[in-house]
């Protein structure tokens, strides 16, 4: 038995030089047989202490080689999944915030509790994800977005699902999806990550720094959603030392809202059409307000803009123009031809 399960299964921490040392046992495949599945459902239990969870990103972000390319100006966003099912809004705010100039990287999962994720909707809008830092570059470069794929994150993860086979690696979806916004080697200016409870701050908050290329803002809420909520009491943590913004529709001056105002289209044929609706102002006010809070949100962490209200004002404007669907449309249409700009800034981690 290995001593980070060993560690688990007691109640006690796991340090990072035990992780680490798990990790090389599992590529050498020296584990005992079902050991890799049976602490990740350990690892799923509450009882878990947020330190061995902050040990675990740490230990996989100090095992990683090879150059990683670096975007300066660019931001991200990516919520922790879980709490209420709400149609694509990150993706939608992502594609809206590229459209008025920002540079947006985003990285996303496949759906664990909902009907489809970021990565689910991509592919029914024929958007691959990139492959390599060289494909991310080149799609920023022509789209002023990016969608970036697994190469991005530890291979160790890749390694883990292939050991826990046949099983797969759906039941420990909540916790890789409160992990995984911490994992990525995606160097950028800032990150925005919505988190669906806020009893999950102060472990985000240890998480959050664990990760050294990128600030990373923490967005909570009163309902229940990882994302920004344009009718409800919303929080955006920007850091050790300074203030949370509150954002409520006093602030923004936005309309009254439930739920249902922001439900997934239920039927896989709809999912493309409603998001294109989405895109364009067509659903609700509630709806177009809370994509022009996200992405506004994401013009303000690019440092692109200070204000809300204005910032939210040019969201809605380009929705509604079509200027936003025209680049959705654009990024269809041009996936996968891509070719490697020159001149990006390169780090290495």
């Given at each position: 038995?290995?001593?980070?399960?060993?560690?688990?299964?007691?109640?006690?921490?796991?340090?990072?030089?035990?992780?680490?040392?798990?990790?090389?046992?599992?590529?050498?495949?020296?584990?005992?047989?079902?050991?890799?599945?049976?602490?990740?459902?350990?690892?799923?239990?509450?009882?878990?202490?947020?330190?061995?969870?902050?040990?675990?990103?740490?230990?996989?972000?100090?095992?990683?080689?090879?150059?990683?390319?670096?975007?300066?100006?660019?931001?991200?966003?990516?919520?922790?999944?879980?709490?209420?099912?709400?149609?694509?809004?990150?993706?939608?705010?992502?594609?809206?915030?590229?459209?008025?100039?920002?540079?947006?990287?985003?990285?996303?999962?496949?759906?664990?509790?909902?009907?489809?994720?970021?990565?689910?909707?991509?592919?029914?809008?024929?958007?691959?994800?990139?492959?390599?830092?060289?494909?991310?570059?080149?799609?920023?470069?022509?789209?002023?977005?990016?969608?970036?794929?697994?190469?991005?994150?530890?291979?160790?993860?890749?390694?883990?699902?292939?050991?826990?086979?046949?099983?797969?690696?759906?039941?420990?979806?909540?916790?890789?999806?409160?992990?995984?916004?911490?994992?990525?080697?995606?160097?950028?200016?800032?990150?925005?990550?919505?988190?669906?409870?806020?009893?999950?701050?102060?472990?985000?908050?240890?998480?959050?720094?664990?990760?050294?290329?990128?600030?990373?803002?923490?967005?909570?809420?009163?309902?229940?959603?990882?994302?920004?909520?344009?009718?409800?009491?919303?929080?955006?943590?920007?850091?050790?030392?300074?203030?949370?913004?509150?954002l409520g529709r006093r602030?923004?001056?936005?309309?009254?809202?439930?739920?249902?105002?922001?439900?997934?289209?239920?039927?896989?044929?709809?999912?493309?059409?409603?998001?294109?609706?989405?895109?364009?102002?067509?659903?609700?006010?509630?709806?177009?307000?809370?994509?022009?809070?996200?992405?506004?949100?994401?013009?303000?962490?690019?440092?692109?803009?200070?204000?809300?209200?204005?910032?939210?004002?040019?969201?809605?404007?380009?929705?509604?123009?079509?200027?936003?669907?025209?680049?959705?449309?654009?990024v269809r249409a041009g996936?996968?031809?891509?070719?490697?700009?020159?001149?990006?800034?390169?780090?290495?981690?």
């Open positions: 038995m290995h001593d980070a399960y060993a560690a688990l299964l007691a109640g006690r921490p796991a340090d990072t030089a035990t992780w680490s040392s798990f990790w090389d046992e599992l590529s050498a495949d020296t584990l005992e047989p079902g050991e890799p599945a049976q602490l990740m459902a350990a690892l799923c239990q509450d009882t878990v202490a947020p330190e061995t969870l902050t040990c675990l990103v740490r230990s996989l972000h100090v095992r990683r080689t090879g150059p990683v390319r670096a975007f300066p100006g660019a931001v991200n966003v990516v919520g922790t999944g879980g709490g209420a099912s709400t149609f694509n809004v990150s993706t939608a705010a992502a594609f809206v915030a590229a459209a008025l100039g920002t540079r947006v990287i985003k990285t996303g999962s496949r759906a664990y509790s909902s009907t489809y994720g970021s990565i689910d909707l991509l592919d029914r809008l024929g958007i691959p994800l990139t492959k390599t830092y060289d494909e991310t570059a080149a799609s920023l470069a022509r789209h002023g977005i990016a969608f970036a794929g697994y190469f991005v994150y530890p291979v160790e993860l890749t390694v883990l699902a292939r050991r826990i086979l046949p099983l797969p690696m759906r039941p420990y979806g909540r916790l890789l999806n409160t992990l995984g916004p911490f994992l990525p080697a995606l160097p950028g200016t800032r990150q925005l990550t919505g988190l669906s409870s806020r009893r999950l701050l102060p472990l985000a908050r240890r998480l959050a720094e664990t990760v050294d290329d990128r600030e990373v803002w923490l967005c909570t809420n009163d309902i229940g959603v990882d994302e920004l909520i344009s009718f409800a009491n919303n929080a955006v943590h920007r850091g050790t030392g300074r203030p949370a913004l509150h602030v923004l001056n936005t309309a009254a809202g439930t739920l249902a105002d922001l439900e997934r289209v239920p039927e896989p044929t709809r999912v493309v059409d409603h998001f294109l609706d989405a895109v364009s102002g067509r659903l609700s006010e509630v709806a177009t307000e809370t994509v022009a809070l996200n992405a506004a949100a994401l013009t303000i962490a690019a440092g692109q803009e200070t204000r809300w209200r204005p910032a939210m004002a040019a969201a809605t404007a380009a929705m509604r123009d079509g200027t936003v669907r025209d680049l959705v449309n654009t996936a996968p031809a891509l070719a490697p700009p020159v001149g990006e800034a390169v780090a290495h981690g």
